[in-house]
């Protein structure tokens, strides 16, 4: 009660580990996995109009030992997928996954011998984007929504 | 045997009497079915002896006529151009399917190389004397060919264990004569395709001395999405879609070369308003492009603030677009007989408003670069390739162009009235990196210029034929009266149905000369659809132009290519 009073106006007091979900969430590094036509949106949302920086995530890795956030864009096959899975192997804890369009979540309108349906085959998947592809603002609404999920994560577990 | 119908099959059958089966001219193509054992010959006779002499192969596919009755079981066709005169001539050679073996052509053209390769991985036609006949889009492992029409499309294979291997070197499997060794020993070093200047999908492995690149392979199919079997299951409409997906940074544009094959079998003139609104998203389209593939390779040589200018510009033509069809990037726009919505004064007045951007855009960005000296330095004399090179590995469009050779359809072989619009068609000198850039540059300012020109004389008048057995009715009618609907009801359920027949159609895209080979049986869904990628040989020839060069040179000379994988794997 002391402490409260002393540093009232001045600081607030909250867990550890809401402390550093709170600060992961607004310095997203995302590894921009990008095969398909949804990487030219995210090209659009990584441009000054829809400005992805302004949700901190502006920060695009192409090394997968620095990101934490594996941003799936476009359709991925039988000859790419394992080298997806190793890339998302690489990666560090604590780390995300974003399916970015139809394809990236469920093969989308290429149902045929050479295209996986669906990454979530093969790694785990935390928000998939509808859409073909999806609009910039759907991509800024995924990163939105994955940062309530990193904050309700770590409210989750004590 | 048939009549000769010109002087190039009237030639051909002097010459080889006992070999040419059958000639004959349709919609506006010339074909020739040739006995598969001389087919070198014949088409060595066509490129050197004849004239006009046929130097470029222009595109080299298979078909599966397992459901014909009387026709050997596959067939592979060529289709040749003559650069001097601009004519055009499909060779078509029948293979039994006990024995579906055929000659390479691989000594005459360099394009065949990679060509013959697809044909062998999708339909198991084995080419004598190819110096590397091996998969090239499917995985090694993979059981079966795909485009026979006995393979299930949906008939899924996962990837043998040992492809997951990413340092299994490909270079081994490449043909090198023996003066190609090293003195001390190489590095063997993998790029992509997770890499940031792989565009996506596209993987090489280079063996490096120093930092030199001593050999390199390029390894394609990671994006290869099945397009050509999608199609043969849709009907011709349906088969748009697919097409925005090809080359995504410029869908409009694939949108109407389809279209403009389908019309061509179907015999069919579109509106003069359609054709007009079809030269304005034709180049919009063009612009876009440009602009991604000039912005990404200028990100891949280290000059990111370039990138954010050319998409302030690109923004500005998406507005028009989602104004036009809905949509940013896969506009899905163009309709068989005509296109999907009409152009309102509205959009006329974004498009302006996009062409100031777009002039401050290029001209801040060639401030940035001309006379810079790192520019400059990286991209001269870099991935040099010759006339004679190029004209052999089959390049089109800007890239043909950079090295000096003045080939564009738009002039050459005018469709939609290009013929009525002033333009120029820039060529380069040296054929390098610098130039290949440039080119596009100086085609977006043209393009602007069309455009221009275009909204200033838009005819009024339908966008859409109005044949009700192939174009869709206006909702109005669908709704209001019971012809729209009965109409509206047999296009949907029963598709658009084009005679028998084979066509082949140009038109000139963003990256060159995309071109529609369909095979309709006179069903409701195109027998075969062959897509010939502009991009395909301009990757081929990859491999050879980084040669030599720095692993930097690499990365400028890819970016140079616009290597769009969508269009290239299909």
């Not at chain 2, 091996?134 to 485009?147: T, V």
Request: overall charge neutral; hydrophobic content about 40%.
């Amino acid at each position: 009660m002391g402490l409260d009073n002393l540093l009232a106006g001045n600081a607030i007091t909250l867990k550890l580990k809401e402390a550093v979900a709170w600060a992961r969430k607004y310095s997203l590094w995302p590894m921009p996995y990008g095969t398909a036509c949804c990487a030219i949106e995210f090209m659009g949302v990584v441009a000054p109009y829809f400005d992805i920086s302004r949700f901190g995530a502006e920060l695009v890795r192409f090394s997968p030992r620095q990101s934490d956030l594996l941003m799936v864009m476009g359709t991925i096959n039988y000859k790419q997928a394992p080298i997806l899975k190793r890339i998302y192997d690489q990666m560090c804890h604590p780390k995300w996954v974003i399916a970015m369009g139809a394809c990236a979540t469920s093969g989308g309108f290429y149902n045929n011998y050479s295209v996986l349906q669906g990454i979530d085959e093969i790694v785990p998947v935390d928000v998939y984007i509808p859409g073909c592809p999806p609009r910039p603002e759907g991509i800024l609404n995924a990163l939105v929504k994955l940062q309530e999920k990193i904050t309700q994560e770590a409210r989750k577990d004590v | 045997m048939n009549m000769p119908h010109n002087n190039i099959t009237k030639t051909l059958i002097e010459k080889f009497p006992a070999d040419v089966i059958e000639s004959h001219e349709a919609y506006g193509d010339t074909t020739v079915i040739v006995k598969k054992g001389r087919i070198t010959d014949i088409l060595r006779f066509l490129k050197e002896e004849i004239q006009p002499s046929f130097e470029m192969l222009i595109d080299l596919c298979g078909v599966d006529y397992l459901q014909w009755k009387d026709s050997a079981r596959f067939e592979v066709v060529y289709h040749l151009l003559s650069l001097k005169t601009h004519d055009r001539v499909r060779v078509r050679a029948p293979l039994s399917e006990e024995d579906p073996t055929i000659d390479s052509v691989s000594p005459l053209w360099k394009a065949a190389d990679w060509y013959e390769r697809e044909v062998f991985d999708m339909f198991g036609i084995i080419f004598h004397r190819h110096p590397n006949l091996k998969r090239i889009l499917m995985f090694e492992g993979f059981e079966g060919h795909p485009l026979r029409k006995d393979y299930p499309a949906e008939k899924r294979q996962q990837i043998p264990t040992a492809e997951i291997d990413l340092l299994h070197l490909s270079l081994q499997n490449r043909h090198f004569s023996e003066t190609d060794h090293l003195p001390t020993r190489s590095m063997i070093l993998n790029i992509g395709p997770s890499h940031p200047a792989m565009h996506g999908a596209l993987r090489y492995q280079v063996e490096l001395d120093g930092e030199t690149i001593h050999r390199a392979v390029a390894e394609i199919g990671y994006l290869h999405r099945a397009f050509e079997k999608h199609s043969e299951s849709s009907t011709y409409t349906q088969v748009i879609p697919y097409t925005d997906r090809l080359n995504y940074l410029s869908s409009m544009m694939n949108n109407v070369g389809f279209a403009h094959a389908v019309e061509k079998i179907l015999g069919v003139e579109i509106p003069p308003r359609a054709k007009m609104i079809r030269v304005i998203v034709c180049e919009l389209s063009r612009i876009m492009d440009h602009l991604v593939c000039l912005a990404a390779a200028f990100v891949d040589l280290g000059a990111l603030t370039n990138f954010w200018y050319f998409f302030d510009a690109r923004e500005k033509i998406y507005d028009c677009t989602e104004k036009l069809a809905g949509a940013r990037l896969t506009t899905n726009y163009t309709r068989i007989g005509g296109v999907w919505r009409d152009i309102s004064p509205d959009i006329i007045t974004g498009i302006h408003k996009a062409f100031k951007v777009l002039d401050k855009a290029i001209l801040d960005v060639s401030r940035l670069l001309e006379r810079n000296r790192i520019f400059i330095d990286r991209t001269r004399n870099v991935g040099i390739i010759s006339k004679e090179d190029a004209v052999s590995y089959g390049y089109t469009g800007p890239c043909l162009r950079a090295c000096g050779v003045p080939y564009d359809i738009r002039k050459d072989q005018p469709y939609y009235d290009y013929d009525r619009f002033d333009f120029d068609v820039p060529v380069g000198s040296r054929g390098d990196v610098n130039d290949r850039l440039m080119v596009r540059f100086e085609e977006m300012r043209q393009s602007a210029k069309i455009i221009q020109q275009a909204l200033t004389r838009l005819p009024p008048g339908p966008i859409m034929i109005e044949d009700p057995k192939i174009a869709l009715p206006a909702k109005s009618n669908v709704y209001g009266s019971i012809e729209g609907l009965m109409n509206h009801f047999m296009i949907v359920t029963q598709g658009i149905c084009p005679p028998k027949g084979e066509v082949y159609s140009a038109t000139e895209a963003a990256n060159g000369e995309l071109g529609f080979y369909i095979v309709s049986d006179g069903g409701p869904r195109p027998y075969r659809v062959r897509c010939r990628p502009p991009c395909f040989p301009l990757t081929a020839s990859s491999e050879r132009l980084v040669e030599g060069g720095m692993i930097a040179d690499l990365i400028a000379i890819v970016g140079s290519l616009n290597i769009v994988v969508g269009e290239l794997d299909r």
